[in-house]
């Protein structure tokens, strides 16, 4: 027997009640019916252009900031940022990420803190050696999920609603 329970409700906030054909018992998760917001497809790069972002830039003059820096396009060439990046898929990787849900995001930041939490406790100050590898551990899985959680808000500023 199929049954298929779908229930829409109309407001500002919409909610979708769905039967998830999928399910199996298990000991973590949702239960057979989950209740989540109604997903809506967004176009990152369409609303960048919608909101002049590069126009903006433009005017507030950070290219000629990052030229003073040093940063300019010819260094990127020199560096081959674009090629590597290609190379390890980091532009599908990008647009992924793009699509997702900034929550999703966020949630992933937590467990991350929490492994670099562990590698300050776990990982003996016995020697100078453990202390940096320590310090390098740690400090790369925080930077990893502060970027989540940024990535997070800057994705849920551009896929909110217009």
Same mark, same amino acid.
């Given at each position: 027997?199929?049954?298929?329970?779908?229930?829409?409700?109309? &407001?500002?906030?919409?909610?979708?009640?769905?039967?998830?054909?999928?399910?199996?018992?298990?000991?973590?998760?949702?239960?057979?019916?989950?209740?989540? %917001?109604?997903? #809506?497809?967004?176009?990152?790069?369409?609303?960048?252009?919608?909101?002049?972002?590069? %126009?903006?830039? $433009? =005017?507030?003059?950070? +290219? %000629?900031?990052?030229? $003073?820096?040093?940063?300019? +396009?010819?260094?990127? $060439? =020199?560096?081959?940022?674009?090629?590597?990046?290609?190379?390890?898929?980091?532009?599908?990787? +990008?647009?992924?990420?793009?699509?997702? %849900?900034?929550?999703?995001?966020?949630?992933?930041?937590?467990?991350?803190?929490?492994?670099?939490?562990?590698? #300050?406790?776990?990982?003996?100050?016995?020697?100078?050696?453990?202390?940096?590898?320590?310090?390098?551990?740690? &400090?790369?899985?925080? #930077?990893?999920?502060?970027?989540?959680?940024?990535?997070?808000?800057?994705?849920? &500023?551009?896929? $909110?609603?217009?």
């Amino acid at each position: 027997m199929d049954v298929r329970f779908d229930y829409y409700s109309w &407001g500002d906030d919409v909610q979708v009640n769905k039967l998830d054909d999928n399910w199996e018992k298990q000991w973590f998760g949702a239960g057979i019916f989950y209740e989540g %917001s109604e997903q #809506v497809e967004v176009d990152v790069f369409k609303k960048l252009e919608k909101r002049k972002v590069l %126009s903006n830039v $433009e =005017k507030a003059g950070l +290219l %000629s900031k990052a030229e $003073e820096l040093g940063f300019t +396009l010819s260094s990127i $060439e =020199k560096l081959g940022v674009f090629s590597k990046a290609e190379e390890l898929g980091l532009l599908s990787l +990008l647009e992924k990420v793009a699509g997702t %849900s900034p929550s999703t995001l966020a949630s992933a930041a937590l467990p991350i803190l929490v492994v670099a939490v562990a590698a #300050v406790v776990l990982i003996p100050d016995d020697s100078t050696g453990l202390v940096v590898v320590q310090a390098l551990v740690a &400090g790369a899985l925080t #930077v990893g999920a502060a970027g989540l959680l940024i990535g997070s808000v800057v994705l849920g &500023g551009l896929q $909110e609603a217009d």
